[in-house]
């Protein structure tokens, strides 16, 4: 049975795209027969990043991050994410030739730069430094494949998402869903100034708005917006049920990496409007009465407006956990390969230029 050790800095409590996905590829890698150890922010102690208290950083030393890799004894390592985890993990595989694959899941670059005084070009130029190094790095559409190629991103291969389509489905709606007249025009996520979502706040729409989710931003928006329902965060069967009162999902984001919320409403039946970036463009094809996409969002919303319930189900039911896992771990030992392809051109590349020396 394969042994994989999969190191995150993002973990509970938080609850983001990043979790949720790690979550679902861990239950079925277990189905696969695949033994899972993690390593978490859990066991350290750390301290709020910087204008973002919700997300704490890990305060690990390599040695102490590599002690746990070693216990483990994986087969293969799996880093999921850029921070002081993933650092740390990362120094240990190289520095003891242990193969690994890394995965891209949030433009940090971006919104580091939204909140101190850094330029996305240095912290991209991390990006390079720190995935460049593993067998492969894993992103989740082909647009954003060929945008990192573009930034002198190495190794790049797709790991696709899924969604659970027996808990997220349509229902029923209510004639006066939270209270609100419709049509409801509804966005979930993170409320931080990286989701855009004073673009669709400011929005001349029929109808009511609804923002579920909490987060950094949500007391200054809320106080900006007396008109606009914050729902706070919702879990479970709250969230399937208050996605299936939506008319339209909105997704303002132009940063995400995928949208993970995009397949939740559609296996709930609800369009989505979008602008045409990575992740909604990758997820809604061109014609589709799935949802919307143009650079104006309010002429998403209202053509979304009138898009299909049914063409929305029927494009989730295309995405299974199962499918994007599989995906998942073929990367994972595709990563192996790779790290061993290129050990085995460098020693022949250094026993070449020695014969040449002689």
């Known amino acids: 049975m394969p042994r994989l050790t999969i190191v995150t800095d993002a973990w ?3 609850v983001n795209g990043v979790v949720r996905s ?3 590829t861990n239950r079925e890698l277990a189905r696969m ?6 390593i978490t922010p859990e066991p350290f102690s750390s301290i709020p990043m910087p204008t973002y208290p919700e997300i ?3 305060l690990a030393m390599p040695g102490q991050v590599g002690r746990m890799i070693k216990s483990q004894q994986p087969d293969y390592v799996h880093i999921a994410t850029e921070g002081p985890l993933g650092l740390m993990a990362r120094h240990w595989c190289i520095r003891n030739k242990q193969p690994f694959s890394t995965s891209y899941h949030t433009r940090f670059p971006e919104y580091v730069a939204a909140r101190l005084p850094v330029r996305a070009s240095w912290l991209y130029a991390y990006v390079r430094w720190f995935h460049n190094r593993s067998g492969a790095c894993m992103v989740a559409t082909e647009s954003l494949r060929q945008e990192l190629s573009g930034l002198g991103v190495k190794n790049l291969c797709l790991w ?10 349509p229902r029923p709606k209510s004639e006066k869903p939270f209270g609100l007249p419709r049509p409801i025009f509804m966005t979930v996520g993170r409320v931080a100034v990286e989701k855009n979502l004073s673009a669709f706040l400011d929005l001349d729409l029929p109808g009511s708005k609804v923002v579920v989710g909490d987060g950094p931003a949500r007391a200054e928006l809320q106080a900006r917006y007396p008109d606009v329902h ?3 965060v919702k879990h479970g069967e709250d969230l399937a049920e208050a ?13 995400d990496t995928f949208g993970n919320t995009i397949l939740e409403a559609l296996a709930s039946g609800v369009p989505v409007a979008a602008y045409p970036v990575t992740g909604p463009v990758d997820i809604i094809p061109q014609g589709s009465t799935a949802g919307a996409l143009d650079k104006d969002l309010q002429v998403a919303c209202l053509s979304a407006l009138q898009g299909s319930p049914e063409a929305a189900r029927a494009l989730a039911e295309t995405y299974s956990w ?3 896992t599989e995906q998942f771990f073929d990367n994972v030992v595709e990563a192996r390969t790779q790290r061993r392809k290129r050990g085995l051109r460098q020693r022949l590349s250094t026993r070449s230029a020695d014969a040449d020396a002689v």
């Open 12 to 14: 509970h409590p938080q």
């Open 22 to 24: 790690i979550e679902n």
């Open 33 to 38: 027969g695949v033994t899972v150890s993690m």
């Open 56 to 58: 704490r950083l890990s």
């Open 160 to 169: 696709s998402r899924g969604i659970d389509t027996e808990n997220f489905h």
């Open 230 to 232: 914050f729902t706070g």
């Open 243 to 255: 996605y299936a009162e939506a008319d339209v999902f909105v997704f303002p984001s132009r940063t």
């Open 322 to 324: 199962q499918a994007a």
